[in-house]
């Protein structure tokens, strides 16, 4: 399974931008898709993922309320919409792929999304 990110990019504060990644190749119909970030000398850290069934999981409390994420499960694409954006939330973000539930197997590439105060 190949992932590709896309959607970032550069912002000011109070901005959105809508973040979507692709899966393909064998196996894409994946359980469940999610995005990771790793800001500037910080640690990689969980943003959100959805299952196939539609159960939705927010990783930071700093995103609840701003960010939201989607799946089009016919497209094998996962989505997430970030409103209200601050300079924390600059970051590389990246998609990832699980296929049981138990681990995240797949990786994109990542998407830089800077936001400027």
């Known amino acids: 399974v190949q992932l590709q990110a896309s959607g970032g990019g550069l912002v000011q504060a109070g901005g959105s931008l809508r973040l979507s990644c692709a899966a393909s190749?064998?196996?894409?119909?994946?359980?469940?898709m999610g995005w990771f970030r790793q800001g500037p000398g910080k640690e990689r850290e969980y943003v959100a993922a959805?299952?196939?069934?539609?159960?939705?999981?927010y990783g930071l409390n700093s995103v609840k309320g701003r960010f939201t994420i989607a799946r089009d499960n016919a497209k094998n694409m996962v989505f997430l919409q970030m409103n209200r954006l601050t300079p924390e939330d600059t970051a590389v973000y990246f998609c990832?792929?699980?296929?049981?539930?138990?681990?995240?197997?797949?990786w994109g590439q990542g998407t830089l999304v800077t936001v400027s105060s």
């Open positions: 990832a792929g699980d296929e049981t539930g138990n681990r995240w197997l797949y």
């Open positions: 190749g064998r196996g894409a119909d994946l359980y469940k």
């Open positions: 959805m299952t196939w069934r539609g159960d939705r999981s």
